[in-house]
């Protein structure tokens, strides 16, 4: 079964600075989805960025971007130039080619200082 | 293009009631998957329907049911609440065609349907 691990329950970061949040995921597929989603005090889930795993290229979205390491199973995410809209749970989040069925980290929350 | 859309926001009920909540996709998907958020368990996959049809279901018991129509709207039930049931139910449909083409299975997400169960 494809688990997904986030080993950071909480994180902080100054305004203008610079994080990274952790995931490790189990799987014995090859062809498959991973997403960094983020939930705001609003609940709302909403789409960070994504990463097809036959792609070797990290992804990136304006300020933030992932290091894909397939051998390693590992997906972090960095957010650059912290802002304080960025203060949310951040999910990991897996998902295998055409099963609509993601698999979920337990979340890191961070939170941006001013 | 108008996002995820799920009502009720908030419901309240009482154990052994039973409840329908619904989900409108983002015009154009034909895939909706549900999933249940609570504090001790985190975010689990309930199940997922395309083209009217159920696809794939998580480990839930048979109390949570659910139905798509042909307009891909759909609609989750839980019959016979229990007090575990208080959760944050989400919605999250997809483009997923039945090639499973790469670069259409994002699943974009409604804000979700709170319920407490008294």
């Known amino acids: 079964a494809q688990t997904v691990t986030q080993s950071q329950p909480e994180m902080s970061v100054q305004e203008a600075e610079t994080v990274t949040l952790s995931c490790t995921y189990d799987?014995?597929?090859?062809?498959?989805?991973l997403f960094w989603y983020k939930q705001p005090p609003s609940r709302q889930m909403i789409l960070v960025i994504r990463q097809e795993a036959y792609k070797q290229q990290n992804a990136t979205e304006n300020r933030f971007s992932v290091n894909f390491q397939k051998a390693a199973k590992s997906f972090s995410l960095k957010i650059s130039d912290s802002q304080l809209g960025d203060t949310a749970m951040y999910f990991c989040a897996y998902d295998q080619t055409g099963a609509n069925n993601l698999f979920f980290g337990t979340g890191t929350r961070l939170t941006v200082i001013p | 293009k108008a996002g995820v859309t799920q009502t009720p926001r908030y419901l309240i009920k009482t154990r052994g009631q039973q409840v329908t909540l619904s989900c409108s996709p983002i015009?154009?998907?034909?895939?909706v998957s549900w999933y249940q958020q609570t504090p001790g368990q985190g975010l689990q996959f309930l199940f997922e329907?395309?083209?009217?049809?159920?696809?794939n279901k998580g480990n839930f018991p048979g109390r949570f049911s659910g139905r798509q129509f042909s307009n891909s709207r759909s609609e989750m039930n839980v019959s016979t609440l229990e007090l575990g049931d208080s959760a944050l139910y989400l919605c999250?449909?997809?483009?997923?065609?039945?090639?499973?083409?790469?670069?259409?299975?994002?699943?974009?997400f409604g804000p979700g349907t709170r319920l407490t169960v008294l």
């Open positions: 329907y395309f083209s009217e049809t159920q696809r």
């Open positions: 999250a449909s997809s483009l997923a065609t039945l090639a499973g083409v790469l670069g259409t299975d994002t699943q974009y």
């Open positions: 015009s154009g998907h034909r895939s």
């Open positions: 799987t014995s597929e090859n062809n498959y989805y």
